[in-house]
C-alpha cells in the first residue's frame, strides 16, 4: 500500500488497519512526515499501533528499510535563474497549482501534451504599394522574405514565425 504521508484517515487508513498485522502487506509512506500521525509513528517501527477503534493491533516491521531515491531531470530552460527584466521565452505550463516555463521540446518530457507545427497560407488582395506593405510586414512578423516571383502568382511573403 502507497499512502498519503500522514495515513490519519480514509482509505489507507483503514486499508493499514485491516492489513498491519498480515506480513504479507507492506507501506511504503512517501515524503516527510509530520509528528503526531500514524506514519510517524510507522517509520519508529514500533511493535503495535492503537487502532481507530482503540484496539491495538501488532506489526509486522520484518522487512522495514527506509529507501532514499533521488530524480535528476534534465529542462534545459531551467539551467539559470533569470534576472530581473531578462527576457525568458518557453512555454508556460499550469498543472495543478504550479507553473512552469518550459521549453518546446521538453513538453512531451515533462508532461503529456505535445507541440505540433501548423502551417497556414493566407492571401489577401492589396492595392497599395508593395514596398509599403513589405515595409509594415517587417516590423510587426519576426521574419519576412519575399517569395521568388516563379512560386507565386505575383508578389509574395512568407513569415516563418515560431
Known sequence: MASPSGVQSGLSRQLFEIWCSDKKYACVIPGNVV?????????????EVTLMNGITASLNMQNCQSVEMYFNSEKRLAEKTPEVGETVSGLLVKKTFTYQI???DDLHVFSQLSTENI??????????AFGVLEHRLKQILESVESLPDEESEGPAFVSMNG
Open 35 to 47: 509528528e503526531g500521525t500514524l506514519a510517524k509513528t510507522i517509520i519508529n517501527e514500533p511493535k
Open 102 to 104: 518550459m521549453a518546446p
Open 119 to 128: 502551417s497556414q497560407r493566407i492571401t489577401i488582395a492589396y492595392t497599395g
